[in-house]
């Protein structure tokens, strides 16, 4: 057997544990330690090789499919929200799906949605109350779960939209805490009779949103009527090369995670964005006059191209990337990587945290500096918060996208300020890193546009 790189010794139950409640101190202690590829040994994990320097995660992105299974190693989103999506799947079947999957989500079809996220963005801005405290994580929940209902199942009412909005944010909500996201990690805990548990109330909640997916589904089919531009209509109609449909299951396990991955991470990332840009008032102040050149009811596309809004976007997810690492690729061959040798069945992942902290990157890593973007271009394997090769997220150019639009937005119409006394750190919350306590904020005036003065004054 091929040896392993360097890694710490403590026994795997511990580094589960530690990899739970402080992934960063965690991931820092051994990058410090054991350098740029050290090996972690988890309970429940497969040796798990944890890769940081550019050139590894290069070769990780581009080595031939074949070497690397992905779909395997994230059987813990497949207990939870079934084993056929996506995420589930290797080899051609996963090629197929990723075709099938792509289109909705980038190019011209994308532009169709800018105007609903600004829209959106509006509506939850209407909501908020002056003077009064709101968590900032949950607005944006709310935006980017409406997002993503309206492009995965073209639903913008109804009864059933109604319904399932709330049983997601519910199941989401069920691993807000590290205690509470264990339950993912340790299979004795995943016991339905546990009353109270964390995973009970998930699995209530997936239930409940499975029924409704498969209600939708039969609608569809006894109601061709009701198909629509949608993800679930597409994948509906579309027929593999033996001429068979997606099944049921198949088509609720994919779209079941595409509401999962397709809100939660963009919503954790904007409350961070939220949180810089208050917590910093020149990054703030330089991101209103480039708004302010725009003009007033700017085109969102134009909105999208603005050069320092971008910036303060990737430096968001530069900084605490909603994914510490990709998903982990197990080795089917013997595989190498930086000369180094590995075995079969060997797990390996990008580190995206401990890359978008190399200070022969980013000197002062720990700084917020949008402007690093703009005096540098980075490669895909030293800035990658959506990973790469073939896993590469399918709604990265939709999340880029919201969360320009919806800082934009937002910060356009109205005076936020961060409530007092309150220290944001990031934390684990589900298989994400959010910030704690979601970042209360507190508005405090709405701007007034120079048409609305000029009607006011008559
Ligand atoms: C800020 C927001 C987001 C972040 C940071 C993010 C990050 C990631 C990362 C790191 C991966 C793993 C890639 C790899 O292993 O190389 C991934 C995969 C994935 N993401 Fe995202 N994501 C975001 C938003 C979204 C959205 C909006 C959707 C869709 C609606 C989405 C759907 C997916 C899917 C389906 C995969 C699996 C791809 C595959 O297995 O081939 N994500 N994402």
Redesign the pocket.
């Known amino acids: 057997m091929t040896k392993l790189p360097n890694g710490p010794k403590t026994p795997a139950l511990l580094q589960l544990i530690q990899w739970i409640s402080d992934p960063l101190n965690y991931l820092e202690t051994n990058a410090k330690q054991y350098g740029d590829m050290f090996t972690a040994n988890m309970t429940g994990f497969p040796p798990f090789v944890m890769v940081s320097h550019p050139q590894a995660v290069r070769e990780l992105f581009t080595a031939d499919t074949q070497q690397f299974d992905?779909g395997r190693t994230n059987n813990l989103l497949g207990s939870l929200f079934g084993d056929r999506s996506?995420?589930m799947l290797d080899g051609d079947r996963?090629k197929r799906e990723?075709k099938l999957?792509m289109p909705p989500?980038h190019g011209e079809r994308l532009q169709t949605y800018a105007q609903s996220i600004s829209n959106i963005a509006h509506k939850i801005g209407s909501q908020w109350q002056k003077n009064k405290p709101f968590i900032v994580r949950q607005a944006m929940q709310e935006i980017t779960l409406e997002v993503?209902i309206q492009?995965?199942f073209g639903l913008k009412e109804g009864e059933r939209y109604q319904q399932l909005k709330p049983l997601v944010t519910e199941m989401l909500d069920s691993l807000s805490s590290p205690f509470e996201a264990s339950f993912m990690f340790f299979k004795f805990l995943q016991k339905p009779w546990i009353p109270g548990s964390p995973w009970r109330k998930m699995k209530q909640a997936t239930k409940k949103i499975y029924a409704l997916l498969a209600a939708e589904i039969e609608d569809r089919r006894n109601h061709p009527e009701l198909m629509g531009d949608d993800i679930l209509s597409l994948m509906m109609v579309a027929r593999d090369e033996a001429g068979e449909p997606m099944s049921d299951q198949e088509l609720k396990d994919e779209m079941m995670?595409?509401l999962v991955?397709?809100?939660e991470?963009?919503a954790t990332?904007l409350a961070w964005a939220f949180y810089w840009v208050h917590h910093l008032p020149e990054v703030k102040n330089k991101l209103l006059e480039e708004l302010a050149n725009l003009g007033e009811n700017p085109n969102p596309m134009t909105m999208a191209k603005l050069p320092y809004l971008s910036a303060v976007c990737q430096e968001t997810?530069r900084i605490y990337?909603?994914?510490l690492l990709?998903?982990g690729r197990i080795t089917n061959s013997p595989v190498s990587i930086m000369e180094h040798e590995f075995d079969p069945e060997i797990m390996l992942a990008g580190c995206?945290y401990l890359t978008h902290h190399r200070e022969d990157l980013y000197p002062n890593s720990k700084q917020f500096k949008p402007e690093r973007f703009l005096e540098r271009q980075y490669s895909a394997y030293e800035f990658y918060?959506?990973?790469?090769?073939?896993?590469?997220?399918?709604?990265?150019a939709?999340?880029l996208l919201e969360?320009k639009l919806v800082l934009a937005t937002i910060l356009s119409n109205y005076e936020l300020n961060l409530a007092p006394n309150q220290t944001v750190k990031p934390e684990r919350r589900g298989f994400t890193l959010a910030p704690s306590g979601g970042v209360k904020m507190i508005m405090q005036g709405q701007k007034v546009t120079t048409k609305e003065l000029v009607n006011v004054g008559g």
């Not at 918060?385 to 709604?395: D, H, K, T, V, Y």
């Open positions: 992905a996506i995420v996963h990723r999957l989500f993503i492009v995965v995670i595409l991955a397709g809100h991470t963009t990332t997810l990337p909603v994914g990709t998903f995206i918060p959506f990973g790469g090769g073939n896993r590469l997220c399918i709604g990265y939709l999340a969360m």
